[in-house]
């Protein structure tokens, strides 16, 4: 490891009702890759947001080199040499891999219109960098999430970025994408990049980080060498206590009885002719690589997806579901991967998310809704589900994303589905968020309610 790059002192971040950061620091090193971890709502986003220059802190600094700088936004921290890999991509599906690039820094020609073969070429030199052979003016759209998420780190090797900021890069890849992803992390980390590393996948770290600091509830906890670090001691850290079980024990046993038989279904390209049974009280595991047709195994159950054939049988009765809201009103409830664009109203409170599922139990009068009745509700799941918020009123895109998943939770529990679709339920969230999630899905069996889950977390 080299010289330290880029510190953050007693840095504080407040937003309305919550005190995000308290006082934390950090530092980053050129050439090592150090792993910044910690709960859902830690505060880990908040501090990369604002090294990125996304966010200003309230108090503390921040220093490049050795000299104390400010970012008033995403141009000052990118011009410092910092570049950051969002969770959810940000780059312009209709625009080319060039154009993605370049996209704020485009070369012109001499007559002002845009040098597509100058940024083409230079895309090309990129892209080698990260071994990747993809066509500079293939539309992003086309391109599967792990290419799209290499695009994401050459756009920002196109920068010359010295610090390269990753939040959760692992957590749309396969596992052979992700060996390919280490290798270009371990590239960059021999070029003297200096790599902050954000996952929840803890079995990840030991390939490929140097340190490892921990936040909790916005406060520093510690800096240490990830081999000086068993994994039980980071899950300390991270929760404030032992968790001496990642999965808690199931309780109940399913019954024998059918809750859903589902036949023949089939989606011309897609999906082959399928056909299995969902017991009462039963958690069915749904298992196969991205790309092997599990997502649209469950949005075709769902209605969401046009399919060629499906028969389906709830409680031994043939039920037809051609959209969304005739599998809701059949007690059918699909939690998707895609919480933020499918799941939720991010831009609308804790208490119209959780309700809007189940708008007539909170109506005085027809399309009248009863903001007492919603908030009584909503305070109910909140309270069951333990969603940390300040307030029910609080805007869903304010919370952390293991908070984002129980509102979502909450909103087919409070419609009290039979049939849940948990399609990647643990998907970028941490240890303790997991564990609460999988006793929800063993309480929710115990009910007798049936459960699929689809996940790429094969533990």
Known sequence: ?????????AIGKSFPGVRALDNVRFELRAGEVHALLGENGAGKSTLMKILAGVQEPDTGRLISHGREVRFRNTLDARAAGIGIIYQELNLIPHLTVAQN???GREWKTAWGTLDQVRMNRETVEVLARLNLDIPPATLVKDL???????VEIA????????????DEPTSALTESEIDELFEVIHGLRDRGVGIIYISHRLDELQHIVDRVTIFRDGKYISTTPYGELTMDEIVNRMVGRDL???YPPRKNVPSLQKLMEVSNLSSRGVLAPLSFDLYRGEILGIAG????????????LFGADP???KTVKINGIEVAIHNPTEAIRHGVAYLSEDRKHEGLAVKMEIAENITMANLDRVCTLPGIVSRPREWEAAQKWIDELAIKTPSLKQKVNNLSGGNQQKVVLAKWLFREAKILIFDEPTRGIDVGAKYAIYELMGALASRGVGVMMISSELP
């Open 101 to 103: 690039v370049f996209i």
């Open 244 to 246: 001496v079980n990642q």
């Open 144 to 150: 599967p999430i792990s290419k799209q998420q290499m």
């Open 1 to 9: 490891m080299g010289d330290v790059i880029l510190e953050a002192e």
């Open 289 to 300: 690589l991205m790309g092997s047709g599990r997502t649209e195994l469950a949005r075709a």
């Open 155 to 166: 756009k920002a090797l196109g920068h010359e970025s010295e610090v390269l900021i990753m």
């Open 307 to 309: 399919v060629d054939t």
